[in-house]
Nanobody
Framework: QVQLVESGGGLVQAGGSLRLSCAAS????????MGWFRQAPGMEREFVAV????????YYADSVKGRFTISRDNAKNTVYLQMNSLKPEDTAVYYC??????????????????????WGQGTQVTVSS
């Protein structure tokens, strides 16, 4: 089992920045690819970003590319999402998730939500216009 706890959400004006953190406990954190997803009211959950277990590879949704950066610190069992140039359409509950062991990074990138086994409880991000 892996337990994930997100933090860092809040209310920010358009154009502002936030950094989300996701602290992991349980099994060896460095064995897992880690992703961020988000879900806006009335919308389906959507992929935001993912980082390989070693941190060497990342992949982003087109909607956040160039504005968001995912990173991880395996010594601290923490994955981050730096969000810059925020827009009102970024408003959502943000979730971190641990990718399924045994899948390649490419399979996790293409697999979406079903490629992840563990999820946090989410943190609210609200961007005002």
């Amino acid at each position: 089992q892996v337990q994930l706890v997100e933090s860092g959400g809040g209310l920010v004006q358009a154009g502002g920045s936030l950094r989300l953190s996701c602290a992991a406990s349980g099994r060896t954190f460095s064995n897992y690819a880690m992703g961020w997803f988000r879900q806006a009211p009335g919308m389906e959950r959507e992929f935001v970003a993912v980082i390989r277990w070693s941190g060497g590879n990342t992949y982003y949704a087109d909607s956040v590319k160039g504005r968001f950066t995912i990173s991880r610190d395996n010594a601290k069992n923490t994955v981050y999402l730096q969000m810059n140039s925020l827009k009102p359409e970024d408003t959502a509950v943000y979730y971190c998730a641990a990718g399924r062991q045994g899948l390649s990074f490419a399979q996790i990138v293409s697999g979406g939500g079903p490629a992840y086994d563990y999820w946090g409880q989410g943190t609210q991000v609200t961007v005002s216009s």
